[in-house]
DNA sequence: CTGTTAGCGCGTTCAA
DNA sequence: TTGAACGCGCTAACAG
């Protein structure tokens, strides 16, 4: 650390602290050849303030904190780069967590954020999340939240999502109009609403065209064995889907395994399509028809709504709640 | 921000303020009584000490920062998973700073923390810095600095690395073993050292056999558009490789997207490999044959060193230049 | 074992 | 236009 500070430079340039604290904030009641002088001799040392001493002063960390289940994918890693790009224009820094999809982290992770550290939190929920309260009150003591992806309904914080249901929708009608009559649901357990969201998209899908769900919703966890065991039952069952709707990239992969294992043809036997930000789906055998989200922008707007909280600024309703649209990338493993 | 601080508990406790603070810290010149009490009451009114006093007060943060190209990248993705484990253990924050690949935004950064705001930082430097004036500064601040993945070799500072010189050679040796007479290297342009590592690996694996490299070392950039012409030039030229190095994954996956284009066959006519963490490699067509860096333990070791360094800890010998041994993933794109 | 005092470095009074 | 004094909240040195 410089051990240069305000006072040294102070005394450098026979002016006191205040004169040069108020010169190099850009202080209009200070003369512009006062002004130079300090800048120049401030930049020559390269002095830069104790931050800690500002925050301490100004109850300000000019720091944010974006909490996530994990960074190993490319959805959160896109969503990071956006906030990391709008916080670095603002002067911003961020702090990362990560929840391992563990609530007890989570929770943790919030009760230590509740200090004064950063100016604002960003958090999409684990989805082994059970409780509210940890959200609630990190919301009643007044610390600006702002949820994005993975938001918790019931609480009455600005939110960036995407539109779920309404993508889900179309995911699996995209495999109707390619002529599935069995299409599976994968989606992954707990109470996530994104999960809720998706399964609406596809309910109202199939209902729409008065097709069948008994027995192809299936429920998948974190380990991948399981999920494979899960998936081949599906497959070899008495009455298999010839259409899978992936609700997240894990499960199609899992889905591109057994096949690959039972033989099972694709898209000739069956039909997948899933969320993914995975651009390189487009090099799988065959390439993966995907519901991409656009994470970068999602980060880059929840960032903005968090710095204009942070500011006080007043939100406009579409900044409450900002959904972005998704698209589907239509490939092989959904063609004819 | 909550708005009770040390003296509001220490009033309620009729206690002076150090006296709690120490009460808090587990000093042992506190009664266990009036910890016990103390923190009963901490705990109830969730009291969290400001952190900015705190560290202003102890010149300590509890903060470090990873400066990294990218996060969009399964690489440094992983390593900050590496990093944020240890952290959260140790009871740090991780602020994450990424510089794109522009050494301009890389300077901004380096000179921005060179404040007392971390406690330590850990750089995988942008392949766009040309000079060290700006990290041989933060070094000789006295500011811990550790080096992961890519390290200037001309700065003594701990660093750690993967064996990409002889992971490359033994790469390169594959695709002899595996038949290929001509093989190319694909690499990025700039001065990383990493790039130089890899390139002699390719080229000493050439040598022992006796093979040419006249016309088979493309040096390709950011753009895509760009590699793919150049990597369509190598193969249409009047005498194509029958194997390709690609010594970063994104250079394989514009070759796969050239094979695909042109209609060169994957192993039969040309065969690839390269380094890459991205499991689903796996679900290529054909599966990439891959060479993977043991990414989440980088980010440990090179987190775990950092702490030691800034815990004034003397490291033993392997610390200061550790080395973890990459592995081939062999798949069919190097088949037989 | 506990309290008093002082100061980390800064930004903001209030006074000149 | 500038300076002196104060305090943000915490912890460490120095009493007792």
């Not at 040392?45 to 960390?61: D, E, Y």
């Not at 010839?242 to 000739?268: H, M, W």
Request: net charge neutral.
């Amino acid at each position: 650390m410089s051990t240069i500070n305000l006072k040294r430079l102070a005394e450098e340039l026979n002016l006191s602290a205040s004169t040069v604290s108020r010169a190099l904030r850009g202080s209009h009641e200070i003369s512009q050849e006062t002004k130079d002088r300090v800048k120049a001799l401030a930049e020559k040392l390269g002095f830069q303030p104790n931050p800690h001493a500002s925050s301490l002063r100004q109850s300000k960390s000019n720091t944010i904190a974006v909490v996530l289940p994990e960074i190993e994918n490319n959805f959160f890693s896109q969503v990071m780069n956006g906030v990391e790009d709008v916080a670095q224009k603002k002067g911003y820094h961020v702090l990362i967590y990560l929840t391992h999809e563990a609530f007890a982290r989570e929770k943790d992770i919030l009760q230590v954020l509740r200090n004064g550290r950063v100016d604002g939190i960003m958090i999409s929920v684990s989805n082994t999340t059970t409780s509210e309260e940890h959200l609630q009150e990190v919301n009643r003591s007044g610390l600006p939240l702002v949820f994005f992806d993975r938001i918790v309904e019931s609480i009455d914080v600005p939110r960036v999502s995407t539109d779920d249901t309404d993508a889900a929708f179309k995911g699996t009608e995209h495999l109707v109009e390619k002529g599935c009559k069995r299409i599976a649901l994968l989606s992954m357990s707990g109470l996530l609403s994104i999960s809720s969201r998706r399964r609406n998209g596809y309910l109202n899908a199939l209902k729409k065209y008065g097709m069948e769900t008994d027995g192809l919703q299936v429920e998948c966890g974190t380990d991948d064995e399981t999920n494979r065991r899960l998936i081949t039952a599906l497959l070899q069952g008495p009455n298999p889907p010839d259409g899978i709707f992936a609700a997240v990239e894990k499960l199609a992969i899992n889905t591109y395994e057994v096949c690959r294992q039972l033989g099972v043809k694709i898209p000739s036997q069956l039909k997948i399509i899933s969320f993914s930000n995975l651009s390189v789906t487009a090099l799988f055998d065959p390439p993966l028809t995907t519901i991409v989200q656009p994470a970068y922008e999602i980060g880059k707007e929840a960032a903005a709504v968090l710095f204009k909280i942070i500011q006080k600024k007043t939100l406009v309703p579409g900044e409450k709640k900002s959904v972005f649209p998704s698209h589907i990338v239509e490939r092989a493993s959904t063609g004819g």
